[in-house]
């Protein structure tokens, strides 16, 4: 398969000039080992067991490697964590070590935080413009530059491609299967989590099917802030014997080390005077495509309005459409140095799926919303923060999936997803 460049190539291109050492993070399967390996003259592959044994005898081995050296699932041997970072210390060069990791390590044996010595870099599975399914128009640079730029462009992806689109994956090697193996690499994939991923953190599962429940419970409430507790309830619910909340707590901090979970935290504001903010996050897996296959979605079933129902409203393709614009987001987010937050008021009064902050705190609001048309009501949160909060709001979006790109009479700029870029 060749490789397809992604949007973080150019971030690490430009780290990799400046700093001596860079850390990409993030879920088995986005592609940060060919990514890196693309840079590196030497590597350490800390997944491969002759390699691991090596390496865990003689840690200063990667210390010998030629520039840039390339430590593969370093969390496997923790103290090369260390080493680099005192070779940091030391004066190492820009360039000089690219490390990966598929998990964050064991709280227990957990090295120094390498802050101001290594930097973190977060990739994700491919955004929906790495996936080449249309030329982008609209720039999230442009949007977050304050200038209000005009908006155009058209688009033929529809309701039926988004549902693909889906259900493809952003997982590089799951998307360059056939259409028909997808639903199995899929399957692999979440199996694999339970089977293996959470078992080579270190930690044993003791009720395998009940973390798989509850990883299911936790894709069917998707772009949502349930309580864990409901969360709980809906994974088990012909069980008495339900696991304690302190067993899903730890369920879940096992899914976010190795980065399977990826919510979306409430936003909270510095500036401005907005009060009773919800502090719970929203509820985001790494790839929208594993909440759908966990809940046994198809893209049928989502044009069809099957799925988990909330408020008795058939409402999960649009879940998924929000997933996957988030995904997007903040993927684009990241090669400007923006952060992504959600707001939701503790009432429930007022909700806005994306909020992008600049390092400066201001902000662009960002809706998603799956249809092709544009009614009052999915405006109506955007204007309002922008009537409560317009010196910091820099643009109002509504992302949905209709065919044109425009900015309405009021200011909002209407998106298709598919059109939303770099």
Do not use: C
Not at 128 to 142: I, K, Q
Not at 242 to 251: C, D, F, L, R
Not at 348 to 364: A, F, N, S, Y
């Amino acid at each position: 398969m060749a490789y397809v460049r992604r949007l973080v190539d150019d971030q690490l291109d430009e780290l990799l000039t400046l700093l001596p050492a860079i850390s990409i993070e993030g879920a088995k399967g986005v592609g940060k080992t060919e990514t890196a390996g693309k840079r590196a003259t030497s590597a350490f592959a800390l997944d491969v067991p002759a390699t691991l044994t090596m390496v865990g005898a003689n840690p200063e081995l990667v210390l010998m490697g030629d520039p840039t050296t390339f430590i593969d699932e370093w969390q496997r041997v923790p103290s090369t964590w260390d080493l680099v970072r005192r070779a940091v210390d030391e004066g190492a060069p820009p360039g000089r070590f690219l490390l990966a990791g598929s998990a964050s390590p064991d709280p227990k044996t957990k090295p120094h935080s390498g802050a101001g010595r290594i930097v973190r870099l977060m990739m994700r599975p491919m955004s929906l413009p790495e996936r080449g399914v249309e030329t982008p128009t609209v720039s999230m640079a442009s949007l977050l530059s304050g200038g209000l730029p005009n908006i155009g462009g058209a688009t033929s992806v529809h309701l039926a491609a988004y549902a693909d689109e889906i259900m493809n994956s952003g997982f590089p090697g799951i998307r360059a299967a056939l259409p028909a193996a997808r639903p199995y690499l899929l399957d692999s994939y979440i199996s694999r989590i339970v089977e293996h991923d959470i078992p080579e953190t270190g930690q044993d599962v003791r009720r395998p099917t009940s973390l798989l429940q509850w990883l299911t419970a936790y894709g069917a409430g998707t772009a949502t802030t349930a309580s864990y507790a409901s969360l709980l309830s809906a994974a088990t619910p012909a069980e008495e014997a339900k696991p304690s909340k302190v067993t899903a707590m730890v369920y879940r901090d096992l899914l976010q080390r190795i980065w399977v979970l990826d919510p979306l935290p409430a936003w909270s504001p510095m500036l401005g005077g907005l009060k009773y903010l919800s502090q719970a996050p929203k509820h985001h897996l790494v790839d929208p495509a594993l909440a759908a296959r966990l809940v046994g979605a198809t893209p049928v079933s989502l044009l069809n309005g099957e799925g988990p129902k909330r408020h008795g409203e058939d409402v999960f393709f649009g879940a998924l459409f929000e997933s996957l614009a988030t995904q997007t987001v903040r993927t684009l987010a990241q090669t400007v140095g923006a952060k992504v937050f959600h707001l939701r008021t503790q009432g429930g009064d007022h909700e806005i799926d994306l909020i992008v902050q600049r390092p400066d705190l201001k902000i662009v609001a960002i809706e998603a919303k799956l249809s092709s048309i544009v009614r009052p009501a999915d405006v109506a949160h955007l204007l309002w923060l922008k009537s409560a909060m317009r010196e910091l709001v820099l643009d109002t979006v509504l992302v949905n999936a209709g065919p044109e790109a425009y900015r309405r009479k009021d200011g909002v700029a209407v998106v298709p997803l598919a059109l939303l870029g770099a």
